[in-house]
């Protein structure tokens, strides 16, 4: 169940509202479509309550009804995926066909899976547009043409009544139309949620399996925009997609019925129509295809930063890089914006056309009829221009949206079926296999190899759940004792899981050399505590990939087996119950004791005792809501020891075969890690095989087994007496770093009173408590905020005016075109024929230059809004303080960089336009009208004010639901996000954590479901009672007209009045949904609004700045200063006061949470207004400077080495300050000079090609090239081996040998050389002086932890 893994939190809930989706998900909110009765059906009346809950209170998530059965992300990823092998599973068929034909250049086609998918409900549409296209909107006008009959001139040829029965028919096609119509536009823009709800699914099943090499093509940012911006295009693609086979049809259906007016002049209007619309309008949707391809590409880059940027915003901070990243993001942004203002005129262009095109066929074929010689009627011309109206819309509207949607369609299909085709972790097969006798030594316990083969077309194999459920029957073998296991499931295995590796070789990027391992062979025996060491990029975390299955073998065999003594057992990988911990600490938001369950029941016993042995319930107790403390995205509330310790009881709290722990104890204290150590990795875990990779080279000697591993190969394999035995070269790097556990152990017996303090303070730290009960006290990110009611005015105001100036164009020659028409198409009309000819021709000209100024001058406005709003945003972002980042999920903030700012840009400029064009096209119809008929304007007036009180009540809900909407997906990106930093923890916790993750993605997939649905649903409801009223309005003027014709109305002036009529049918809906459009994406600018009004930091730059050498001494004090991260918490550094004389070296020492890292936070003033007292560097008072003229002046190698997707050149200068020469000397003194070969190398996101340490150097580079007087080091040593730690303290010492240095260190002994130990607790300076004077107090905070450290290390400090 969800609700045991991850708590009644969830695992990414960004919002308040969302805590209470799990009771949500329990009571269930039936959609009330699946129990309404047939009227209710027909009329849209099920909707009725969820508008009526919007006008009065406004919508909240808790009134969101639950998808439809047919809806539901699990139902639809299960069909469309390939989970479970079987023949309905249609990607599995289009995988198959590629894995039969090999050689062949076909792709598996997605295109081809969603039909076979949904080709039965989308054929059932496309016969209902047959019916509507084809059958009613053809009748329409010719009932209307029977209608204008009754007004010739003359002798009246039709009875009263018979006109009326007309006028009845018309009203029935008319509803009839109506009905069809919003139907099936409900039903289709369903079927395209549900393409976009199979294709999101697959995406985040497809990232659970991608192989770690491919994750760089498939980062955050890059993942965002395929399941916000490229399946949105599926969302209305279904729409139009049948008129494309339709429209000839249809084409050659009216031109038929037209012949019989115009004869041979159909062929000039005709041919007109389709010159503008398919070689014109063709190219232009090709074009615009085009554009959308590179600006999805440019999209992908932009997001992708924003990501990286948001992940490592402390230290762009602290580095003072915002105007680099402004920099970088702008260029980016700039090739984007000036793409989408070119598809922008593009959509001008064709909106003008689509009205240009109506005018002038009307205009070619009546020109040409009348040429011809031919008398003008009313008769004829009013039904003939409806008909070829029907043909516009279809031709010129709505094809090329056909086209220009499916074309932006395949653009995203073929994005994210390259992403589907991305590498996946190989699957892995158990064959038996011949081993060379060279390779293999001969042992008294011969074991049966398991190969691991790469396998090139074992795409989407990987997790197959019904491939790992059995395994084959224990047979006893007669040379061997080896058995193999037959239909037996892995929990029957006994935890007595051994290793062998022999000449295995194995690469991250194929044909690299030398390769990433290389001829590795090593044995790890079952139940033994074994200990991966080497130098920083030996490859030791590639070790622990490739037992997980994440590396590929590329040649040498892996070897699992169970059982001891002299009987074997074979075992496939895959029924190996593996727990992993990672080097860099992967958290989740939720609670703590979540993050440390993920999935596993909650046993109390075993949950006291982890939580114990991994040194956390001090911390427990020291946090609000003790274990069900909400830690927030990455563990944002956590400090770094507390994230590794939670880190390292989720993989302990597992009941596992095999633990592969990457490092755990570098970001710990010295005497937590022995803790852990002993009490952890040697006590809770003795009888199991664990696998330790660690730099803390103290504990060697309390090991079973030693591999030490240099560029990929094991040197050295054995105990430590037998290294030792061994005599190499090794062995003098291991005794130079290492401490001598065994006269540490000979002396603890020896003083009784060590041996004492040392239990007691162990005691004291690690006193079990019971967690708490109430998951409901728990802390939480802060809630999104939601806006409610209508958007103001203020909004539209906000963007227009970041549009600059606003060109208000609308021709309305529009009206008197249609007037003057009329008048001479009256018998008696006033013009004659050639001027009439000339007067239409010049209205057409006008409107040709009227439309597109209009259109061109308008995208222009809105592209210099979304690129001044856009900029407004980052520059605020980047000006928040670290309280906004640390209570902000990043799926939250990136989801304004993705779907709000794509809305924004492409979305509301387009339907803007054409809500206006439509808004002054009905203003005109109304004057038609009453101008004809002055006693309409009493309808005219009951139908404007009940359409404005509709449109007021539907916008309140719409907008709720659209606000709703736009919260319910974040979420969804958090969730991806999180997954892809924990990737390889999530894959090595098995397919049952596995699948959980994915039922959590569909539950957040179906709460954006349910307010999707809700969107579209309500949106047809509203236009559905605009039409109906429209049909109202119809009905009346054309009853009006017979009922009250005297005899003196003439047919020119009926067939204006009905033709315009007609028009407003569809037109009237269209244009108030296209305005419901606006207001709605109006949602996504007013929620980029709300974040160009951050709090911010600051000042950035004061008037008086300090001088360019500043500081010259590094003199530092701090003066009574207290801290605290918001107004409501309390203090975390508290009365600080110190004085660090130029060029000390002071070691920063306390245990976790002792207020270390917060030292460093009020030193580059990252609280903001939480900072009192006074912090003076070379007597200058920081408050008084600005944080740009601060933060540059002090170097700092950070906790956590970030580095970003970019040239290493510009992570090292990206101002361009100095010269390479200059670079290639920083990379040189940190010993990186040889390890790559150019400043232009491309660096992966995150830095993934380069190890901790490695990106630990590039760190110290980065304050080598600054050669700052003040010099932070905030635990830069935590996760790197000792000798690249000795590399960075002795390059320290050099380069910045008459510099002030503040070191928070977790290994002592690297600040016993210092001027100075500052020892904190609880905020608060406990000890500050010497080391050995500090010393001299036996009962002090310092002494009590070096004595649990090492009592050698306290006697000899020196």
Not at 78 to 95: A, H, N
Not at 253 to 281: N, R
Request: proline share 4%.
């Amino acid at each position: 169940m969800i609700e045991k893994t991850f708590g009644s939190q969830g695992l990414h809930m960004t919002a308040g509202e969302f805590s209470n989706m799990d009771e949500k998900k329990k009571r269930g909110r039936r959609n009330p479509k699946e129990t309404a009765n047939f009227l209710s059906w027909l009329c849209f009346g099920w909707t009725l309550p969820i508008f009526s809950k919007g006008v009065k209170r406004g919508l909240q998530i808790s009134d969101l009804y639950d998808p439809l059965k047919a809806n539901r992300s699990v139902a639809l990823g299960d069909r469309l995926e390939i989970i479970f092998v079987s023949p309905t599973r249609e990607w599995k068929k289009e995988l198959t066909k590629m894995e039969k034909h090999p050689n062949s250049k076909r792709q598996p086609s997605l295109v081809w899976a969603l039909f076979r998918m949904f080709w039965v409900p989308f054929t059932l549409q496309g016969v209902l547009f047959v019916v509507l296209l084809l059958g009613l909107k053809i009748l329409e006008p010719i009932c209307q043409r029977w209608i204008i009959s009754y007004f010739d001139s003359g002798e009246k040829l039709m009875p009263q009544n018979e006109a009326l029965l007309y006028v009845l028919t018309l009203t029935l096609l008319t509803l009839g139309i109506i009905f069809i119509d919003h139907h099936n536009t409900l039903r289709t823009q369903e079927l395209g949620m549900c393409i976009r709800i199979a294709c999101c699914s697959m995406i985040y099943r497809k990232l659970l399996r991608l192989h770690l090499t491919t994750v760089k093509n498939a980062a955050a940012g890059k993942v965002a925009n395929l399941i916000s911006n490229d399946v949105a295009r599926f969302d209305d693609v279904l729409n139009y997609l049948h008129l494309v086979w339709i429209m000839p049809l249809q084409t050659i259906l009216i031109g038929y019925v037209i012949w019989q007016s115009v004869g041979i002049a159909t062929l000039a209007g005709v041919a007109a129509m389709i010159i503008q619309t398919l070689p014109v309008q063709s190219y232009l949707t090709h074009i615009s295809a085009k554009l959308r391809s590179k600006i999805a590409d440019r999209t992908d880059e932009r997001v992708q930063i924003m990501s990286e940027l948001i992940s490592g915003i402390q230290v762009v901070k602290m580095y003072a890089w915002e105007k680099p990243f402004e920099l970088i993001v702008s260029r980016v942004r700039k090739l984007e914006i000036k793409l989408i203002a070119h598809s922008s005129y593009l959509r001008a262009a064709l909106v003008g056309m689509i009205e240009l095109t109506g005018r002038g066929t009307n205009y070619v074929t009546m020109i040409t009829f009348v040429l011809m010689g031919h008398l003008l009627t009313a008769e004829i011309v009013f039904p003939v221009a409806t008909l070829l109206n029907t043909l516009r819309v279809t031709c010129a509207a709505e094809l090329p949206t056909a086209v220009t949607s499916a074309g932006e369609a395949a653009v995203s299909l073929r994005r994210i079926t390259e992403f589907l085709l991305l590498d996946e972790v190989k699957g892995m097969e158990c064959v038996e296999s011949p081993v060379p006798k060279d390779l293999v030594k001969n042992n008294a316990n011969n074991v049966t190899n398991v190969i691991l083969k790469n396998e090139a077309d074992v795409e989407m194999k990987s997790l197959l759940r019904n491939e790992r459920k059995s395994m084959v029957k224990i047979e006893q073998t007669e040379d061997s004792g080896i058995e193999i296991v037959k239909n037996r499931t892995g929990d029957e295995l006994r935890h007595e899981i051994g290793v062998e590796l022999v000449n295995v070789a194995a690469n991250w990027i194929s044909d690299q050399l030398p390769p990433t391992l290389c001829e590795v062979s090593l044995k790890i025996k079952s139940k033994s505590l074994s200990v991966v060491a080497g130098p920083v990029g030996s490859g030791k975390s590639s070790l622990l990939h490739l037992l997980l299955g994440e590396l590929s073998v590329g040649a040498g065999r892996v070897s699992f087996s169970s059982g001891g003594g002299s009987k074997k057992t074979k075992i496939n990988s895959r029924d190996i119950r593996i727990s992993y911990t990672s080097q860099v600490p992967w958290l989740f938001s939720a609670s703590i004791r979540d993050n440390i369950l993920f999935g596993q029941p909650y046993d109390e016993k075993r949950y006291q005792e982890v939580t114990r042995v991994c040194a956390l319930v001090k911390d427990f107790e020291q946090l609000p809501q003790g274990d069900l403390s909400f830690v927030g995205e990455r563990g944002a509330s956590l400090s770094g020891g507390q994230k590794a310790r939670v880190n390292l009881a989720r993989a302990v709290y597992k009941d596992a075969d095999l633990y592969l722990l990457d490092d755990p104890l570098s970001a710990v204290d010295a005497h937590v890690g022995r803790h852990l150590f002993e009490k952890c990795l040697k006590g809770f875990l003795n009888g199991k095989t664990r696998l330790l990779v660690t730099h803390q080279l103290q504990f060697l000697q309390h090991v079973d087994n030693i591999i030490f591993i240099d560029r990929g190969t094991v040197v050295l394999q054995g105990t430590y007496d037998e290294i030792a035995d061994a005599g190499l070269h090794v062995l003098d790097f291991l005794k130079t770093e290492k401490t001598d556990e065994n006269e540490e152990a000979q002396d603890r017996h020896e003083d009784n009173i060590t041996e004492k303090t040392t239990h007691t303070a162990a005691t004291d730290i690690f006193e079990p408590i019971e967690p708490s009960e109430s998951i409901e006290e728990s802390e939480k990110l802060s809630d999104e905020k939601v806006a409610t009611g209508i958007i103001s005015t203020g909004i539209y105001k906000s963007y227009f005016l970041a549009g600059g100036n606003i060109y208000r164009l609308q021709s309305n020659d529009s009206i008197a075109n249609e007037e003057a028409k009329s008048n001479w198409f009256n018998e008696d009309g006033l013009l004659r024929t050639d001027v009439a000819i000339q007067v239409c021709t010049a209205l057409f000209i006008a409107s040709i230059f009227f439309l597109m100024l209009r259109g061109f001058l308008f995208m222009r406005t809105c592209m210099n809004a979304s690129c001044n709003i856009h900029n407004s945003m980052f520059s605020n972002l980047l000006c928040a303080p670290m309280r906004f980042f640390n209570t902000n999920p990043a799926g939250r903030i990136l989801n304004r960089f993705s779907k709000d700012v794509g809305a924004m840009d492409e979305f509301l400029p387009k339907a803007m336009l054409e809500a206006l064009q439509i808004f002054f096209a009905i203003i005109g119809i109304f004057c038609i009208v009453i101008f004809f008929i002055p006693l309409a304007i009493v309808p005219v007036i009951i139908i404007s004010g009940v359409l404005y009180l509709v449109t007021i009540t539907t916008l309140k809900t719409a907008q709720s639901i659209k606000r709703l909407e736009g919260i319910a997906k974040s979420p969804v990106f958090s969730h991806v996000g999180s997954t892809l930093d924990g990737l390889t923890t999530v894959r090595s916790s098995g397919a049952k954590i596995i699948d959980m993750l994915r039922q959590e993605f569909d539950l957040r997939q179906d709460l954006h479901t349910g307010a999707w649905y809700m969107t579209i649903a309500t949106s047809t409801a509203f236009g559905f009672a605009l039409d109906m009223l429209s049909c109202f309005f119809t009905s009346f003027v054309c009853f009006s007209l017979i009922l009250l014709d005297d005899g003196n109305f003439l047919s020119g002036s009926a067939g204006l009045v009905i033709t315009q009529c007609l028009l407003m049918t569809s037109t009237l809906q269209f244009g108030v949904k296209k305005f419901a459009m606006v207001v709605s994406q109006m949602t996504s600018v007013e929620r980029i609004l709300h974040y160009t009004d951050l709090p911010k930091e600051g000042p950035f730059i004061t008037d008086k700045p300090p001088p360019s050498t500043w500081p010259s001494k590094g003199d530092l004090v701090f003066n009574r200063v207290s801290m605290r991260y918001a107004d409501d918490k309390p203090p975390v550094l508290k009365d600080v006061s110190m004085n660090i004389k130029p060029g000390w070296k002071v070691g920063i020492v306390g245990r976790t949470g002792a207020g270390k890292s917060s030292l460093i936070s009020a030193l580059f003033r990252l609280t903001g207004d939480g900072l009192e007292g006074d912090i003076f560097l070379d007597g200058i008072d920081t408050k008084t400077i600005g944080l740009q003229e601060l933060r540059p002046r002090i170097s700092i190698i950070p906790q956590e080495p970030i580095l970003f997707s970019a040239s290493l050149r510009y992570n090292l200068d990206p101002f361009n300050e100095y010269s390479d020469s200059e670079l290639w000397d920083s990379l040189r003194e940190v010993e990186l000079g040889e390890s790559v070969s150019s400043l232009d190398f491309q660096v992966d996101e995150g830095g993934a090609n380069f190890s901790v340490g490695q990106r630990q150097l590039i760190c110290l580079a980065r304050a080598i090239l600054r050669n700052n007087r003040l010099l932070v080091l905030d635990e830069a040593t935590a996760n790197i081996d000792r000798s690249t730690d000795a590399l960075i303290q002795s390059t320290v010492r050099r380069r910045f040998s008459d510099c002030t240095v503040l070191t928070i260190a977790h290994r002592l002994n690297t600040v016993m050389d210092n001027d100075r130990v500052l020892v904190m607790d609880g905020g608060c300076i406990v000890e500050f002086g010497p080391p050995n004077l500090l010393l001299e107090n036996p009962n002090g905070l310092f002494t009590q932890m070096l004595k649990q450290t090492s009592k050698r290390t306290s006697e000899n400090p020196s």
